[in-house]
């Protein structure tokens, strides 16, 4: 079992900035991999950036160059520095863990609003 508690989220104006973060307890040493999804209203779940084994890093097209994902000393927190931000980036993000056998788990969400 994993625990997921992400903290971080809020309101800000196109162009800032937001550092959301999560943290893992529980069975972290079979976490193979952590991310950040995100839902807006009356969209489906979308990946946002992922972490596997500390090495392999994903981010999607809509934000390349403006997020970047990172883990802590610790490794079972997960950042995601979000730069630049766009009214299109309010959301709901979800930290996401997974582990080796494939198994995922979510923690509640925090919400992420731009204003334009």
């Known amino acids: 079992q994993v625990q997921l508690v992400e903290s971080g989220g809020g309101l800000v104006q196109a162009g800032g900035s937001l550092r959301p973060s999560c943290t893992a307890s529980g069975t972290i040493s079979s976490i193979n991999g952590m991310g950040w999804y995100r839902q807006a209203p009356g969209k489906q779940r979308e990946l946002v950036a992922s972490d596997t084994l500390g090495s392999f890093l994903y981010y999607a097209d809509s934000v390349k160059g403006r997020f970047t994902i990172s883990r802590g000393t610790a490794k079972n927190t997960v950042y995601l520095q979000m730069n630049s931000l766009k009214p299109e980036d309010t959301a709901v993000y979800y930290c996401?863990?997974?582990?080796?056998?494939?198994?995922?788990?979510w923690g509640k969400g925090t919400l992420v609003t731009v204003s334009s």
């Open positions: 996401n863990a997974r582990l080796r056998d494939g198994i995922d788990y």
